[in-house]
C-alpha cells in the first residue's frame, strides 16, 4: 500500500512538472506577424485616366457638395467643385458624378479656377451615410490562417462611418483592435449581379475597430460564420473610420487589385497588403451577401437581424473587403489554456457553476489586459494608402 501510495505521489509529481513545463515554454504573442513590402508606401493621386478621385464637404450652404480633387499634402485637400464642371449636387458624390454627361478625362482641360482648398478635418466621410454595412470576415489567405477559418463570411456591421480624422474611445478592460480594409459603394440599390455591374462603384479605405471581448464571449470558433459576436463586436462609435477620397475606377477590378493598404500604431507597421490578395473581389463579395439576405440569423444586442434590413445593397450601405494578417488579436496560448484548466479547478469544477470554457476565455481575457498590448489612450493608428488617402485615428480615454 505505500508503494502504491509513492508511485501515485511520484505520477502526481512528473503530471505538476509536466503541466509546469508546458506553461513556462508557452509562447506569448503580443500580435500576428506579418509580411511587408519592401518599398516604402508612396501616397499618391490616381491618374484621371485611371480614376476619378472625388472628396464630399459642406459648401458654404451645409449641404453636402462634391470636390474634383486634384491634389492633396498632409495638411490639406485641393480640388475643383464638381458643380463647376456642371454636375448636380444631390447630396451623394457619386450620384453627383453620374450627373456629368462624362467622367472627367486626363484631355479635359480643367478651368484654372475656383478651386478649393480644404483641411482633412473639413471632409466629410468617404463611406455612405447608412447606419448598417456589410462585413467581411477572413477574406485574406493569411488572415484566414490566423483566425483558423476555412471560408470568407459576412455580417451587419452597425454604426455611422466616421471621416479620416477621428478618434476612437478604448474603454476600460476592453480589447481593442485594428483592422485596415478596402471599402466599396454604389450610386444606386444592388438587388442583383446586373445592378453591381450597371453600378457607378466607389472605392475607399477604410478601418474596423473589433472589441474583441465581445467576439470571445460569443463568437464559435468552429463556425465563425455562425451569426454570433462579430455584428456586437465591430459596431459602435468610432469603429468605422473612412478615409478622406472617394475613388471610381474606369477599370474597378484592376483598380482594387492594385491597391496598397497599410496599417502602423505609434509608427510601427502592423499590416500591409494589395487587393489583388482577396479571396473573393467585391463582385463576389456582392453575390455571396445577395444570397443570405432572407434569414435574421445575426445576433446583435440581444436581436436577431438579416445581412441588409431591406433584402438587397441600398446605396447607404458599404460592403467591406476584409482585413489582411497583423491584426493584434491571437487564439489562447498553451499557458491560458492551464491557468484556466487550474482556476477551474480552484474554484471547485463542475460545483462551481461556471463551465471550463467561459472560464478559460475569463482568463485569456484578464491576461491579454494584464499585458496592455491592445490599443490604449494615446495610441495612434494609421491606415495608409497609395491611391485612396490616409485614415489617422487617436486613441482617447473614455
Known amino acids: ?159 455611422s462611418a466616421t471621416p479620416a480624422r477621428t478618434r476612437i474611445a478604448a474603454q476600460p478592460r476592453i480589447l481593442l483592435d485594428y483592422e485596415v480594409e478596402l471599402c466599396m459603394r454604389f450610386d444606386r440599390d444592388i438587388a442583383s449581379l446586373a445592378d453591381f455591374d450597371a453600378a457607378m462603384k466607389g472605392v475607399f479605405l477604410c478601418g474596423d475597430f473589433t472589441n474583441r471581448n465581445a467576439l470571445v464571449a460569443l463568437a464559435d470558433p468552429d463556425n465563425l460564420d455562425s451569426g454570433y459576436g462579430f455584428s456586437d463586436s465591430k459596431s459602435g462609435p468610432g469603429q468605422f473610420p473612412s478615409g478622406p477620397f472617394l475613388v471610381v475606377p474606369r477599370d474597378w477590378k484592376r483598380f482594387v487589385a492594385g491597391v496598397r493598404m497599410t496599417t502602423a500604431v505609434n509608427g510601427d507597421m502592423r499590416q500591409d497588403a494589395r487587393g489583388r490578395e482577396m479571396e473573393l473581389d467585391f463582385r463576389a463579395l456582392v453575390e455571396k451577401a445577395l444570397g443570405d439576405m432572407s434569414r435574421a440569423r445575426f445576433l446583435y444586442r440581444g436581436a436577431f437581424h438579416r445581412l441588409a434590413p431591406e433584402g438587397r445593397i441600398t446605396a447607404d450601405m458599404t460592403v467591406m473587403s476584409g482585413t489582411s494578417e497583423g491584426v493584434i488579436f491571437t487564439p489562447p496560448t498553451r499557458a491560458d489554456l492551464i491557468e484556466g484548466l487550474l482556476a477551474y479547478g480552484r474554484a471547485g469544477g463542475p460545483a462551481s457553476g461556471e463551465g471550463l470554457v467561459e472560464t478559460v476565455k475569463s482568463v485569456f481575457v484578464a491576461n491579454e489586459l494584464a499585458s496592455g498590448h491592445f490599443l490604449k489612450p494615446g495610441d495612434r493608428v494609421s491606415h495608409g494608402s497609395d491611391r485612396l488617402g490616409d485614415i489617422v485615428v487617436e486613441v482617447t480615454a473614455p
Do not use: C
Request: aromatic share 6%; proline share 11%; hydrophobic share 50%.
Open 1 to 159: 500500500m505505500l508503494r502504491l501510495a509513492k508511485v501515485l505521489a511520484a505520477l502526481v509529481l512528473v503530471a505538476v512538472a509536466g503541466l509546469a513545463m508546458a506553461w513556462a515554454t508557452s509562447p506569448d504573442p503580443r500580435g500576428n506577424p506579418a509580411s511587408f513590402e519592401a518599398a516604402a508606401l508612396v501616397p499618391q493621386l490616381a491618374p484621371l485616366g485611371e480614376a476619378v478621385t472625388l472628396a464630399a464637404y459642406r459648401g458654404d450652404d451645409g449641404k453636402a457638395a462634391t470636390l474634383l480633387v486634384t491634389g492633396f499634402d498632409r495638411a490639406s485637400v485641393t480640388g475643383i467643385p464638381l458643380a463647376v464642371l456642371g454636375a448636380t449636387t444631390t447630396g451623394d458624390p457619386l450620384r453627383d458624378l453620374a450627373s456629368l454627361p462624362r467622367l472627367p478625362d486626363a484631355a479635359d482641360p480643367l478651368p484654372a479656377s475656383p478651386r478649393l482648398s480644404l483641411t482633412y478635418d473639413a471632409l466629410l466621410p468617404s463611406a455612405p451615410p447608412g447606419l448598417v454595412h456589410i462585413g467581411t470576415g477572413t477574406n485574406f489567405p493569411e488572415h484566414a490562417a490566423e483566425s483558423r477559418s476555412g471560408a470568407v463570411f459576412q455580417f451587419p456591421k452597425f454604426g
